[in-house]
Every structure is written in C-alpha cells, then in structure tokens.
Nanobody
C-alpha cells in the first residue's frame, strides 16, 4: 500500500524558512504526482503545491507562489517543500499525499479528492 511520512515542521518567526520532507516507504510512488496541502482547525484541507511524477511540472496556490518551492527525488522516494519568507498565515498542519495516476494539470492539482496515502502531517507555526 505504501506510506508517506512528513517531517521538518516547527516553530519559527515570520520571515524565516523551513524545508518540509515527505518520505515514502513500502512503495515508491515514483509514477504518481505528489502534493502538499495544509489545514487549520475548522477549515478544509487546502492545496499548497503539487509536482508531476517526473518533476518537470509544478503548481502552487497563489498564496505561496514565489515563496514556496516543491521538488522531488524519485531515487530517494522523497518530496520536499522549501518554504521561505514565512508568514503567520502559513501556520497550519502540512500534509503530503500521492495523486491518483494521470496527468497533473491545473484542473486537478488542487483537488484533494484526487490524492491518497495521506501522511500524518507536520505542524508549522509562524510567530509574528
């Protein structure tokens, strides 16, 4: 079945950087696009970024564009989310997931129902 495990979250001040990791075990997910989502209490899980299976295409939520970068290394079965210039509104639990097979396009990259094998999440807290 495979499992995804996030790490790298923490408490930082506004303007700082964090690099989240999402490691796969039990299955490579190398043929699947991968995505990062985030969730705050009382709100739905929201799209942050996604990257195609081969790593050549990436999409970002408008709120993080220019500050966050998603990348992957299929040999290492890992996806990263480099987060720069963090803001208090970036505070959330960050989750990674694998997208069901099929081409990653803007119309489906943001849709959390297209994803499976969600990790347990990692907390990111940005203080002002």
């Amino acid at each position: 079945q495979g499992q995804l495990v996030e790490s790298g979250g923490g408490l930082v001040q506004a303007g700082a950087s964090l690099n989240l990791s999402c490691a796969a075990s039990g299955r490579a997910f190398s043929d699947n696009a991968r995505g990062w989502f985030r969730q705050v209490p009382g709100k739905e899980r929201a799209f942050v970024a996604a990257i195609s299976a081969g790593g050549s295409t990436a999409y970002y939520a408008d709120s993080v564009k220019g500050r966050f970068t998603i990348s992957r290394d299929n040999a290492a079965n890992t996806v990263w989310l480099q987060m720069n210039s963090l803001k208090p509104e970036d505070t959330a639990v960050y989750y990674c997931a694998a997208k069901i097979k099929g081409r990653l396009v803007p119309n489906n990259a943001w849709n959390r129902h297209e994803y499976f094998s969600w990790g347990q999440g990692t907390q990111v807290t940005v203080s002002s």
